[in-house]
């Protein structure tokens, strides 16, 4: 199994970002997919979970400012994340199960 993420960077305030997550290794479009974030200082955060039917979920953080899709064809998850605060600033990881690919880092700040 093997997870990238990409996507992540430095942004201000109420900025976007996309998160990209290529999976290899694994049935990828019967499997569900996760994100989750690691704050520093703090562990790890779930944020967010798409099923393999598309079936969606949030965590209250996420709702209404996140969105998780997939492209089952590119093997790929990707994580919208819109109005973005300092309070997101993290280490985001795409996870399949208990395994995790090397994050991709999130700073937000003016």
């Known amino acids: 199994v093997r997870l990238v993420e990409s996507g992540g960077g430095f942004v201000q305030p109420g900025g976007s970002l996309r998160l990209s997550c290529a999976a290899s290794g694994f049935t990828f479009s019967r499997s569900a997919m996760n994100w989750a974030r690691q704050a520093p200082g703090k562990g790890l955060e779930w944020v967010s979970t798409?099923?393999?039917?598309?079936?969606?979920h949030y965590a209250a953080s996420a709702k209404g400012r996140f969105t998780i899709s997939r492209d089952n064809a590119k093997n790929t998850v990707y994580l919208q994340m819109n109005r973005l605060k300092p309070e997101d600033t993290a280490i985001y990881y795409c996870a399949f199960g208990q395994i995790r690919g090397q994050g991709t880092q999130v700073t937000v700040s003016s």
């Open positions: 798409i099923l393999s039917d598309g079936t969606k």
